[in-house]
C-alpha cells in the first residue's frame, strides 16, 4: 500500500487556505491537505510529529512571526524533509526573492493566481511533475 500523500500548506489567511484546499481536491482527491497558521506553528507540527511525511509543501511568503524565506530555511534543516518538494507562493514575484527561495532549496517560486481556474491549473502541473517524479 502506497504511502498517504500530504500537502501542507503554511498559510495565514483562511480564505487562501480554503480556496487552496478545495482546489487541491479538484485536482486530486487522493492527496489530503493539512495546514499551519504560520511558520512557527507548522516547524513545532513538523518538529512534535516525526511521523508527518509532507508529499509537498507550499509556503506563504509573507506571513506573520516568520516569513516564507525563514519557514524554508527552517524545514530545510529538518533532516526527513530533505527531498520533500517545497514551494513558495504569494501574490507578487520579486525577482529577488524568486533567485533567493531557489537557493535555499524551494523547488519554485509560484504567483499565487487571482482566479480559482489559475489555482487549479498551476497544481495540475505540479502534481503531474512530482508524479513523474515519483514513478
Not at 504569494?90 to 489555482?119: C, H, I, M, Q
Amino acid at each position: 500500500m502506497k504511502p498517504a500523500r500530504i500537502c501542507f500548506l503554511i498559510e495565514n489567511d483562511e480564505d487562501d487556505r480554503e480556496i487552496f484546499t478545495l482546489a487541491l481536491e479538484e485536482v486530486d482527491s487522493s492527496i489530503s491537505s493539512i495546514y499551519a497558521e504560520n511558520g512557527v506553528k507548522a516547524l513545532e507540527m513538523l518538529h512534535n510529529n516525526p511521523d508527518l511525511q509532507p508529499y509537498f509543501i507550499f509556503i506563504d511568503m509573507n506571513m506573520p512571526l516568520m516569513n516564507g524565506v525563514q519557514c524554508l530555511q527552517e524545514i530545510k534543516k529538518i533532516d526527513r524533509l530533505a527531498n520533500v518538494p517545497v514551494y513558495i507562493y504569494s501574490t507578487v514575484a520579486d525577482p529577488k526573492y524568486v533567485a533567493e527561495v531557489k537557493k535555499l532549496g524551494a523547488v519554485d517560486f509560484v504567483l499565487n493566481p487571482s482566479r480559482y481556474k489559475g489555482l487549479i491549473d498551476i497544481l495540475t502541473n505540479l502534481l503531474n511533475e512530482l508524479n513523474s517524479f515519483h514513478e
